[in-house]
């Protein structure tokens, strides 16, 4: 019986942090994924280049993903240093929210941007077509092993945050 109640609570709590996470990404990774795609493409079309094309799609998923996150946290940081000095506000927004993204993102992005992200972006639209489907496949295997890094440095910004640090 106590098996099958801590089972059941353990399961809550995945779905918790499932759903916590999902709402944390999601909006970003559709931007990345739309803007990603639309680079991709159009780098394709006019050049015919996997190179390029990933190249560009990687560029592309940066802003999209990236622009989302940026201004999302400086938004929060104005709210929450709204009633300091500009000079000191502007310094503190700035400074918050880089060192929430570095936490957060920075491992995650050095293992996708250097070993994971290029070579399937490049690799597997070439195995499987048409180019845009492949590189949606190729966009999103390396996204699900990004997550895992991401989410790892989320809830370790949230610890360190809930430290006062």
């Known amino acids: 019986m106590g098996l099958q109640y801590n089972h059941s609570m353990n ?32 780098a394709f079309s006019h050049s015919h280049s996997y190179i390029i094309a990933a190249t560009s799609g990687f560029v592309g998923e940066g802003i999209g993903f ?24 502007i310094a503190s ?10 936490i957060e ?10 070993f994971i992200r ?12 048409p180019y845009a489907f492949g590189f949606i496949v190729g966009k999103l295997l390396a996204d699900s092993l990004f997550y895992v890094f991401a989410i790892v440095g989320y809830e370790f910004k949230k610890r360190y945050q809930a430290k006062g640090v």
């Open 11 to 42: 399961s809550e709590k995945a779905r918790r942090k499932f759903k916590e996470w999902f709402r944390r990404y999601f909006v970003a990774e559709l931007l990345g994924t739309l803007i990603a795609s639309v680079f991709a493409y159009l």
């Open 66 to 89: 990236y622009g989302y996150f940026i201004i999302s946290q400086l938004l929060t940081n104005g709210r929450a240093y709204k009633s300091m000095p500009f000079v000191k506000r």
């Open 93 to 102: 927004i700035i400074s918050k929210s880089s060192t929430n993204l570095i």
């Open 105 to 114: 993102f920075a491992p995650a992005e050095i293992i996708d941007n250097l």
């Open 118 to 129: 290029p070579f399937l972006m490049f690799y597997v639209p070439q195995h499987i077509k």
